[in-house]
């Protein structure tokens, strides 16, 4: 072909050969060029293709003006939507554009013809599509013709036989290659219908020399047929082993046959012994070597492929995985562990000194049984994170369990192996993941265990946390007795009233109140601003908070009995002063956080520290009460009006704080004389009787003192003192019975700012439980009558309050002093 001197003149701006040089012996043109996906065009060849790219469309519109002519190229990798000069090969086809046809879509179909290959030159300027100077090549055929015959012959037939065990490629194409007599025609069209990859057929378009060419596609042919046979070998042997009702079954020996082929050996053999030597060299009961040694007998027995065989593979599996005798042994002195306590977190004496006092016991008794804790407290003062301490200070694998929400006995005692995906309970699966034998087992919300048609999980439990049962656990998969008695268990929840009587007998509860205001300034100082910091990208030399901020954070910005709030607020602060440092470009610089900052990044406050009643009110008493977060101050609200005797409680009352005024009531009627009430006077008045926060539902009997404060106050027209708070149920002959939660709802009076609290007579011996500083900072009056306190509440100055005092209502001795 000679070059376009118009295609050349209209993209390089001149003529770029003198017509002295074009003739018959140039064979260097200027012509478009095609990349192609996935095909590699050869000479003789006649193919549509379907052209979407708008380069590609360009280069075709452009030959289509000119001769038709389009080189054509494979590109390098097929995904290349835009491929560059580097991403196509260099050799190719020259060809001739039949016919083009645009389709509705915007896409080509293109029929071209190639007619030979040409090596790309030299790639010339244009944005549009790819323009290339391209040589034609003119192949070499130097072979004699006898051995050029005879291996036309071979590739001949080699091709006749290709096609009959192929059956992909029409019969007839046997004549159609019988009367080629130029051989390299012969080899370009054999190569078109050869299965073989794209990078080969690049390769053979690349060989110049025809009888290399022939010598390589006869190389390439011979592979192609091997493989051809082996498939139909494989393919006759499963046909003979295959059932006209089993599919599976054939799919199976399908692959087994062609493992064989590929001279792999049955493994199946070898899994055996790798069984066999993995129980010989597990420690374990004899009870589950038995086991063991029975299942793999049968597994010798069964098909390797069956559902069964992978249903005893899978058991068997789990037993050896199991750690029988893996431990972990304690490294740490007494000192030492104390230490590690001590340093992940600041109180929580009595969890401590409990730890403390099992490790001491476990240096003396070699066999010593795992401790069961239950850790009760409110939501944020490190009952989980105390778990992963104590993990830590014994030096042992730590695991841990939520047990919120779970229903089905199954999660703890697992499925039998009758079942399908049948599996082990949690507690045998989080001890093949934790590796050891004496793990910290941290079992997380054992109080919200709930139970169903499916059963009762805290019933199951029973035998986990049994110290005198768990030795022998029995897991409905395993069926084997597994020693759980070395296991630490710590279990935690927020309250004990949901979880059954039967599984609190058998754990040890340790209580954990919230912290008081010195105790989450040291918690925030020693671990909350480390932690903040490092998130937040920050350093010390970043950002200072003053104790003053603490305070303010803690009182005015949360109201919580633990620290979780806390951490989050401080954690904002953190942001905001990382936001500042990036927007100023100064890594350097100090922020200084104090209380009158403060505001600036956590806005208004959320929470009046200490506004309790300013002043002394009639029918206004406060309460203290006990809720899952802690103590909290409450407010109740007596008033009276002209009526009927009709009596009303608001405020989301209980049935059991109803009570509490109805018996406040009746006392109060009791000894209407006493207060200087008339007879009748219920019967011309309505009283109501309200608690605040009427969305948050309220009971217990605690509340009956300051009750029966709020209703007397009304009714004799007294007020109550503001800096009072109180508890205690109170009976229809006045006397003041004990009630629970006194350290959290005296941690609450301490935090609202109370400076006298009224507490049962009976609940002095709890004071040991309540922090000193608490203690000072409360005055605390013992009374056992609700005579004394009546002379209490109703007392309007401090001399009158001393003088009943020393008149024989006793004080705590803290607060004395």
Known sequence: MKPSLSLLEKYTGKNMFDEKKIDDHDKTIVIPLLPLRDVVMFPHMIVPLFVGREKSIAALELAMQYEKSIFMVAQKNAREDDPAQEHIYNVGTIGIIIQLLRLPDGTVKVLVEGKTRGVIKEYLPNNDFFLVKVNEIEEINDQNDVKKQALMRSVKESFELYLKLSKKIHLEMIGTIAVIEDASKLSDVVITHLNVKLEDKQKIIEIFDVGERLETIYSLMLSEIEILQVEEKIKRRVKKQMEKTQKDYYLNEQMRAIQKEMGEKDDFSNEIAELEKRLKQKKMSEEAVKKVRHEIKKLQMMTPMSAEATVVRNYIDWILDMPWAEKTENKYTLKESETILEEDHYGLKSVKERIIEYLAVQTLVKKNKGSILCLVGPPGVGKTSIAKSVARATNRKFVRMSLGGVHDEAEIRGHRRTYIGAMPGKIIQMLKKAGSNNPVFCLDEVDKLSSDFRGDPSSA?????????????????????????????????????????????????????????????????????????????????????????????????????????????????????????????????????????????????????????????????????????????????????????????????????????????????????????????????????????????????????????????????????????????????????????????????????????????????????????????????????????????????????????????????????
Not at 522 to 541: P, R, S, V
Not at 614 to 623: Q, V
Not at 780 to 789: K, N, R, Y
């Open 461 to 817: 439990l029973l035998e986990v946390l049994d110290p005198e049962q768990n030795f022998a656990f029995s897991d409905n998969y395993l069926d084997l007795d597994y020693d759980l008695s070395e296991i630490m268990f710590i279990t935690t929840a927020n309250v004990l009233q949901t979880i059954p009587a039967p599984l609190q007998d058998r754990m040890e509860v340790i209580r954990i109140a919230g912290y008081t205001e010195p105790e989450k300034v040291q918690i925030a100082k020693k671990f909350l601003i480390a932690k903040q910091t490092e998130a937040n990208g920050l350093t010390n030399d970043n950002v200072e908070f003053t104790k003053g901020a603490f305070l303010k954070i803690i009182r005015q910005y949360t109201r919580e009995a633990g620290v979780r709030n806390l951490d989050r607020e401080i954690a904002s602060v953190c942001r905001k002063v990382a936001k500042e440092i990036v927007n100023n470009n100064d890594n350097k610089k100090k922020m200084i956080i104090t209380s009158k900052s403060l505001s600036k990044y956590l806005g208004v406050s959320k929470y009046h520290h200490g506004e309790i009643e300013g002043k002394d009110k009639i029918g206004l008493t406060t309460g203290l009460a006990w809720t899952e977060v802690g103590g909290e101050l409450l407010a109740i609200e007596a008033s009276v009006m002209e009526g009927t005797g009709k009596m009303t409680m608001t405020g989301k009352l209980g049935d059991v704080m109803q009570e509490s005024v109805q018996a406040a009531l009746s006392y109060i009627r009791a000894r209407a004389e006493q207060f200087g009430l008339e007879k009748n006077f219920y019967k011309e008045i309505d009283i109501h009787v309200h608690v605040p926060e009427g969305a948050i539902p309220k009971d217990g009997p605690s509340a009956g003192i300051a009750m029966a404060t709020s209703i007397a106050s009304a009714l004799m027209k007294k007020k109550v003192r503001a800096d009072l708070a109180m508890t205690g149920e109170i009976t229809l002959r006045g006397r003041v019975l004990p009630i629970g939660g006194l350290k959290e709802k005296l941690l609450a009076a301490h935090r609202g700012n109370i400076k006298m609290v009224i507490i049962p007579k009976d609940n002095e011996k709890d004071l040991a439980e309540v922090p000193h500083n608490v203690q000072k900072a409360l005055k605390i009056i013992f009374v056992e009558h609700i005579d004394e306190v009546l002379k209490i509440a109703f007392l309007q100055d401090e001399e009158n309050t001393s003088a009943v005092l020393t008149a024989g209502v006793p004080v705590s001795s803290q607060a004395v002093n």
